[in-house]
């Protein structure tokens, strides 16, 4: 069973938080789990919602960190942000082994569903649960 070394864990973090700096935007909270099998690989990812927000929207927002502008959005609205959130996803997250990229799934939770959960507590931040799922290509090799 492949592994993914600790090192490896340290570095996405340490990429992830500099490309968004980079990019002049501080990013507040992505979380990534990697389980690395034999034959497929697949991750679960929390990433701040309004992080997104403020990168698809080219700069910071007015929002105060709650979740109370997402519960408002119409549901159009809603579902055009995760179709952002999956872009923004795919802009940052390569996975290689062999220095051959992987393809791979995304699902996303359902926006609206989602909406509705947080709906109840505007106090709260809201996190965008995604997973990701692939296969590993021919060849192998080191992952990075």
């Known amino acids: ?36 099998g034999q034959e497929e690989w697949s991750g679960v990812v929390e ?13 910071k927002t007015e929002e105060d960190g709650t979740n109370g502008w997402f519960a408002e959005l ?28 992987c393809s791979y799934e995304i699902t996303l939770p359902d926006p609206v569903v989602m909406q509705g959960d947080v709906a109840g507590s505007p106090e709260e931040g809201a996190l965008i649960n995604l997973t990701v799922k692939g296969t590993y290509p021919d060849g192998g090799g080191a992952v990075e």
Not at 15 to 30: F, K, N, P, T, Y
Not at 47 to 59: P, R, Y
Not at 74 to 101: D, L, P
């Open 1 to 36: 069973m492949r592994r993914v070394p600790l090192l490896f864990l340290l570095f996405l973090l340490v990429w992830m938080v500099l490309v968004g700096r980079s990019a002049a935007h501080d990013i507040e909270q992505v979380f990534l789990r990697l389980n690395l």
């Open 47 to 59: 990433l701040d919602a309004l992080m997104v927000l403020e990168i698809t929207a080219g700069g």
């Open 74 to 101: 119409e549901e159009e609205r809603v579902r055009e942000f995760f179709g952002e959130t999956e872009q923004y996803w795919r802009e940052r997250f390569v996975m290689k082994v062999g220095s051959v990229e």
